[in-house]
């Protein structure tokens, strides 16, 4: 009788009866820091549920992909609509998960209107303060208690440390950074706010990036922490990624990995980061992998995320969040971006909603005593 019940309990082991339900992502770095997802407005309402279990089960925060951006929230001055905005609170909120603000003054997705006339000619300085204050205000106020913290102001520095000469730049001038963050630290004292940019690991960035802060703190602007987008590729130097992070932190802030993908592809010129303006013609040879990832690439991406995320632990002390942007490959933009039509591979889920392998690593990394 006995043995019987050793092979019984020997059997259902081996199918995983027994077995205990593998750590997810969020559970692994609870103490260490948030783990997020950028979700689009068809996720939100997505009624499948293997995939609303993968967002609440693998994250601990979560940002809109686009439905918190001017464009969609102030299509016309004056008539906002919140409304996608408001499903993506309730579901984080039904998930416990944390939301950050994303983002409320940046050049590209900024409404049309913003910067004309009713005879389409360019606004003045006070015309174009008051509306980016009003703006914030309405948007802030709306979901304060909701969401932890704003990207404030995103993508305002070139490469080299110069301010982007944004049309907010041209008619406002460089103050009009400080501005935002005032204006939303006065919608909401307690919401946190950042500074958001891509190409972090590029030295003119950083140090531009390092003179804002310190003109933010100097004027008594509230900055917690600056993102850093990183989306980024096999060839972006890690070293010099490694060292915008610790001088963040020593000018005083934290910092968060904002927008973490890994693009697998092979780019046309140079990376150019996540300048959204870029774009090139479809060329076979620069979408390699349309059947499938071969092992040895796959492999390369795995150990690449590892290398980041053994960065990530390290600094865990002062960074907030990483958020992937996006849930799977299949989602990604970056199938779009630089170049239409692609298949990419960037992210932690593969298009059948699967881990990659690396996720069972840094997992494990997560636990292990190395990173106390």
């Given at each position: 009788?006995?043995?019987s019940?050793?092979?019984?309990?020997?059997?259902?082991?081996?199918?995983?009866v027994?077995?205990?339900?593998?750590?997810?992502?969020?559970?692994?770095?609870?103490?260490?820091?948030?783990?997020?997802?950028a979700?689009?407005?068809?996720?939100v309402v997505?009624?499948?549920?293997?995939?609303?279990a993968?967002i609440k089960?693998?994250?601990s925060?979560?940002?809109?992909?686009?439905?918190?951006?001017?464009?969609?929230?102030?299509p016309?001055?004056?008539?906002f609509?919140f409304?996608?905005?408001?499903?993506l609170?309730?579901?984080?909120?039904?998930?416990?998960?944390?939301?950050?603000?994303h983002c409320?003054?940046?050049?590209?997705?900024?409404?049309?209107?913003?910067f004309?006339?009713?005879?389409?000619?360019?606004?003045?300085?006070e015309v174009?303060?008051?509306?980016?204050?009003?703006?914030?205000?309405?948007?802030?106020?709306?979901?304060?208690?909701?969401?932890?913290?704003?990207?404030?102001?995103?993508?305002?520095?070139?490469?080299n440390?110069?301010?982007?000469k944004?049309?907010?730049?041209?008619?406002i001038g460089?103050?009009?950074?400080r501005?935002?963050?005032?204006?939303?630290h006065?919608?909401d004292?307690e919401?946190?706010?950042?500074?958001?940019?891509?190409?972090m690991d590029?030295?003119?960035?950083r140090?531009?990036v390092?003179?804002l802060?310190?003109?933010l703190?100097?004027?008594?602007?509230r900055?917690?922490?600056v993102?850093?987008?990183s989306?980024?590729?096999?060839?972006?130097?890690?070293?010099?990624?490694?060292?915008?992070?610790d001088?963040?932190?020593?000018a005083?802030?934290?910092?968060?990995?904002?927008?973490?993908?890994?693009?697998?592809?092979p780019?046309p010129?140079g990376?150019?980061?996540a300048?959204?303006?870029?774009?090139f013609?479809?060329?076979?040879?620069?979408?390699p992998?349309?059947?499938?990832?071969?092992?040895?690439?796959?492999?390369?991406?795995d150990?690449f995320y590892?290398?980041?995320?053994?960065i990530?632990?390290?600094?865990?002390?002062?960074?907030?969040?990483?958020?992937?942007?996006?849930?799977?490959?299949?989602?990604s933009?970056?199938?779009?971006f630089?170049?239409?039509?692609?298949?990419?591979y960037?992210?932690?889920f593969?298009?059948?909603?699967?881990?990659?392998?690396?996720?069972?690593?840094?997992?494990?990394?997560?636990?292990?005593?190395?990173?106390?």
């Amino acid at each position: 009788m006995k043995r019987s019940v050793f092979l019984l309990a020997a059997v259902m082991a081996t199918i995983g009866v027994f077995s205990q339900k593998a750590t997810t992502m969020r559970e692994a770095f609870a103490d260490k820091f948030l783990i997020g997802t950028a979700l689009n407005t068809r996720q939100v309402v997505s009624r499948d549920k293997a995939l609303q279990a993968l967002i609440k089960d693998n994250f601990s925060a979560v940002v809109a992909e686009n439905c918190m951006k001017a464009e969609v929230l102030q299509p016309q001055e004056g008539v906002f609509n919140f409304k996608d905005g408001d499903r993506l609170c309730d579901l984080a909120e039904k998930n416990g998960q944390v939301v950050t603000g994303h983002c409320l003054i940046w050049h590209s997705q900024a409404p049309r209107w913003f910067f004309t006339d009713k005879d389409g000619k360019t606004v003045s300085r006070e015309v174009l303060v008051q509306r980016m204050k009003d703006h914030i205000y309405k948007v802030v106020r709306h979901y304060k208690g909701r969401v932890k913290g704003w990207d404030v102001v995103n993508e305002a520095i070139e490469g080299n440390g110069d301010f982007r000469k944004s049309r907010f730049y041209k008619i406002i001038g460089p103050d009009f950074i400080r501005l935002a963050f005032q204006f939303a630290h006065e919608a909401d004292p307690e919401a946190e706010l950042y500074y958001n940019d891509y190409g972090m690991d590029s030295p003119g960035k950083r140090e531009g990036v390092v003179r804002l802060i310190k003109d933010l703190k100097a004027h008594g602007c509230r900055i917690d922490a600056v993102g850093m987008q990183s989306h980024v590729g096999f060839n972006t130097p890690l070293d010099e990624y490694e060292k915008s992070m610790d001088t963040f932190i020593a000018a005083g802030v934290k910092v968060m990995v904002t927008e973490l993908d890994l693009s697998v592809l092979p780019w046309p010129k140079g990376n150019y980061g996540a300048a959204v303006e870029t774009n090139f013609e479809y060329q076979k040879k620069i979408d390699p992998y349309k059947d499938g990832l071969p092992k040895a690439k796959a492999k390369e991406a795995d150990d690449f995320y590892i290398k980041l995320f053994d960065i990530y632990l390290r600094h865990s002390k002062d960074l907030t969040r990483v958020t992937f942007w996006g849930v799977t490959d299949g989602d990604s933009w970056k199938n779009g971006f630089p170049v239409r039509g692609r298949t990419d591979y960037p992210l932690a889920f593969d298009r059948k909603m699967k881990p990659k392998g690396f996720v069972k690593t840094i997992v494990e990394m997560a636990q292990s005593d190395k990173y106390n």
